[in-house]
């Protein structure tokens, strides 16, 4: 109950584009915030994107513009359309679900790495 498994990181070039997927259960994706974090070795965990069960988002400056949160509900899938990528997007992704406070969630996905080259 409450997994989340990400998929879609890779590497690509600065200026490109990659979808981060992540799939969860169908009670978890009903019932539950999700949202997509990054971290990146020696820094903190910084919430990139979220999206309520209405589908209202949120967004962190840095990404505004160029990420796009969805919900696709026929999949119980949450997806990150990350467009024209910097490096400083280089980071592990991290999908969670079911936010109970602050920035907590109860289940995290196991990461998925992106990496953006110059």
């Known amino acids: 109950q409450g997994q989340v498994v990400e998929s879609g990181g890779g590497s690509v070039q600065a200026g490109g584009s990659l979808k981060l997927s992540c799939e969860t259960n169908?009670?978890?994706?009903?019932?539950?915030?999700m949202a997509w974090h990054r971290q990146v070795p020696g820094k903190e965990r910084e919430l990139v994107s979220s999206i309520k069960k209405d589908g209202a988002t949120t967004f962190a400056d840095s990404v505004k513009g160029r990420f796009t949160i969805s919900r696709d509900s026929s999949k119980n899938t949450v997806y990150l359309q990350m467009n024209n990528l910097t490096t400083e997007d280089t980071a592990t992704y991290y999908c969670?679900?079911?936010?109970?406070?602050?920035?907590?969630?109860?289940?995290w996905g196991q990461g998925t790495r992106v990496t953006v080259s110059s």
């Open positions: 169908s009670f978890t994706f009903s019932m539950c915030e």
């Open positions: 969670a679900a079911c936010r109970y406070g602050g920035n907590f969630y109860s289940y």
